[in-house]
C-alpha cells in the first residue's frame, strides 16, 4: 500500500514538499517514482528513484525545481517541489516499479493522489 501525503494549496514562487510512504513491501526491491494528472490532460511521470536512491530521473518540465528523495529505513520517497508554477497544478501519486525505461518508471503499483495547487 502508498499512502500519499502533503499536498496542499502554495503560491506561484512557493515551495512544497510531499512524501509517499509505502507499506507492505520492501521498499529497496522497488524503484519508486511520482506522477502527476493535471484536469483534461493525460498522467505524466514527474520524477524516478531508483532503488537504493543513487540514480533519478525528472521530467524536462520539472529539473531543477523538483527534488526526488528516498529513505528506505522510513519505505518513504519525497518529493521537494521548488519555484512552484500554476502549471504544476496537478494530483501526483506515487507509485512503485522494478523497471525504469528511460526516464519514466514502469509502475507496478500506485498510491492514491495528493492534490497539488499552485495560485497566480
Not at 503560491?11 to 507492505?24: D, F, H, N, T, V
Not at 523538483?66 to 518513504?76: E, G, L, Q
Request: contains cysteine; charged residues 15%.
Amino acid at each position: 500500500q502508498l499512502q500519499a501525503s502533503g499536498g496542499g494549496l502554495v503560491q506561484s514562487g512557493g515551495s512544497l514538499r510531499i512524501s509517499c510512504a509505502a507499506s507492505g513491501v520492501t521498499s529497496t526491491m522497488y524503484h519508486m517514482g511520482w506522477f502527476r494528472q493535471a484536469p483534461g490532460k493525460a498522467r505524466e511521470s514527474v520524477a524516478v528513484i531508483n532503488w537504493s536512491g543513487g540514480r533519478t530521473f525528472y521530467v524536462d518540465s520539472v529539473k531543477g525545481r523538483f527534488v526526488i528523495s528516498r529513505d528506505n529505513a522510513k519505505n518513504t520517497v519525497y518529493l521537494q517541489m521548488n519555484s512552484l508554477k500554476p502549471e504544476d497544478t496537478a494530483v501526483y501519486y506515487c507509485a512503485t516499479g522494478t523497471t525504469i525505461a528511460g526516464v519514466r518508471l514502469i509502475p507496478n503499483y500506485w498510491g492514491q493522489g495528493t492534490q497539488v495547487t499552485v495560485s497566480s
